[in-house]
């Protein structure tokens, strides 16, 4: 089998990279991106309430739900990048669109129905989250594909503002539209976006390289494929240290999000409805770190810039647990800004040495790799939060999550990244193996 030829060649294979506003496939690629993430903004306000509210369901319960929409990170991450790299992105990702339009929408279908249960959201939780881990590993090798490394800062960052804005915007819209249509029928806004996804995938026009494999050769096995892209992360000395960072500042961070409410309405008096406010502020700084991070990648050093945003720009979330009544409340917006600034800006630069600099036939273990430990971190911490939570109390819980939170940095800092200007982009063999 000989490679498909793209229709229209991809920055990596043209040598010159074009000005990414002119990127007719990577503009198509965002915007429905955009489009999707608003959506899924609007089922995570929309599902809890849907429990809470339509099935009465307990605390313990909307616990367990909340397990189940990140548990696939740990259960089929890694599996998931085999695939990726066995079969066409584009196409899987399409797929994925697809597949979450019919599971979100069996919420708001089952609901009209008068059968919707408690077993249906977690299955609904579950599900989802199984192709969203799918479409998330295809997402960021399928990036490469398209953006040649002059152009995967600046496509990176302006897909992490996009994140970000519909962070800020997309709870927003799902508060409205849970009042205008009930939160059960708001969901089906989200099944929409997964549609306009999916068509925007379909125009992409740039066709993906097969894989040349020689006649009778075998597959390589399932395990054999997961250890490879666990032990590519473990060589190199950037990814090693870059994932270990992610999934250190997740362990703790989630620690904030789980608490975060809890300690400003019991602790603070404040009301719910001041709380969403303020939880939105964060994807206001994730916004700023996603337009900021290549003016600072130039300006600083890419290298630079990603261990000075983690130990130096990320300090004033220590403000998070100084929050107070009144006008102090503000100090918990303030720290929770400067976090999700910080984190942005260091982690457009840190997945653009990963997509830039792995080999194309190994970016889906090696994000699958990297992503089972950056966001399989996510339900230990939240478990160990309401632990410590329950033993030492939310507000010291708190400084106990900030302090480690600011501290995941380190592992930037003691790293190859410490000596560099910018990180190498577009050679596999930029950084050395050893470390």
């Not at 490679?3 to 915007?31: C, K, N, Q, Y």
């Not at 496509?155 to 800020?168: F, I, M, P």
């Not at 799902?174 to 969901?187: E, H, K, P, Q």
């Not at 066709?207 to 250890?227: K, N, S, V, Y």
Request: proline share 6%; glycine share 12%; hydrophobic share 50%.
């Amino acid at each position: 089998m000989h490679p498909v030829t793209p229709t229209e060649p991809s920055e990596l294979t043209a040598g010159r990279a074009r000005p990414i506003w002119r990127h007719r496939d990577f503009l198509m690629l965002w915007g429905g991106q955009t489009v999707s993430e608003m959506g899924s903004q609007v089922t995570v306000l929309a599902l809890p309430l849907v429990a809470v509210v339509l099935l009465n369901a307990s605390a313990f319960q909307v616990g367990l739900l909340s397990a189940a929409q990140t548990s696939a990170y740990l259960v089929v991450a890694l599996p998931a990048g085999v695939i990726v790299d066995r079969v066409a992105k584009r196409r899987l990702m399409i797929g994925c669109d697809l597949a979450l339009c019919l599971v979100i929408g069996s919420v708001p279908l089952a609901h009209a129905a008068g059968v919707l249960t408690l077993a249906q959201l977690y299955v609904v939780a579950l599900v989802a989250s199984v192709f969203a881990v799918f479409f998330s590993v295809a997402y960021q090798s399928y990036l490469p594909r398209l953006l040649g490394p002059a152009l995967l800062m600046d496509g990176n960052g302006k897909l992490a503002a996009s994140r970000s804005v519909a962070q800020v915007a997309g709870p927003s819209l799902g508060s409205g539209l849970v009042t205008l249509v009930g939160a059960a029928g708001s969901m089906a806004v989200d099944t929409v976006s997964f549609t306009l996804s999916a068509a925007a995938l379909t125009a992409i026009r740039t066709r993906e390289p097969g894989r040349a494999r020689l006649d009778g050769e075998p597959r390589p096995r399932l395990w054999q494929q997961l250890h490879e892209g666990l032990a590519y992360v473990n060589r190199d000395p950037i990814l090693r240290n870059s994932v270990a960072f992610n999934g250190t500042a997740n362990f703790f961070v989630i620690m904030v999000e789980t608490l975060g409410p809890i300690f400003l309405i019991r602790t603070l008096h404040l009301r719910p409805s001041l709380v969403g406010l303020l939880l939105a502020l964060g994807a206001v700084g994730g916004v700023a770190g996603g337009l900021a991070a290549r003016h600072l990648a130039r300006r600083i050093g890419s290298a630079r810039i990603s261990w000075i945003a983690m130990t130096v720009l990320s300090l004033p979330g220590l403000l998070i647990p100084l929050a107070g009544r009144g006008w102090w409340v503000l100090l918990f917006g303030a720290g929770w800004i400067s976090w999700t600034f910080a984190s942005t800006v260091a982690g457009v630069s840190l997945i653009s040495y990963r997509q830039a600099g792995c080999p194309p036939d190994m970016l889906g273990r090696v994000s699958a790799a990297a992503r089972w430990i950056n966001w399989g971190t996510l339900p230990l911490g939240g478990l160990t939060g309401g632990a410590l939570a329950a033993t030492l109390g939310v507000r010291t819980t708190l400084w106990i999550a900030v302090v480690g939170g600011c501290s995941a940095g380190l592992w930037l800092y003691f790293s190859p990244l410490r000596g560099m200007r910018d990180i190498p982009l577009g050679s596999p063999d930029a950084v050395g193996s050893g470390g």
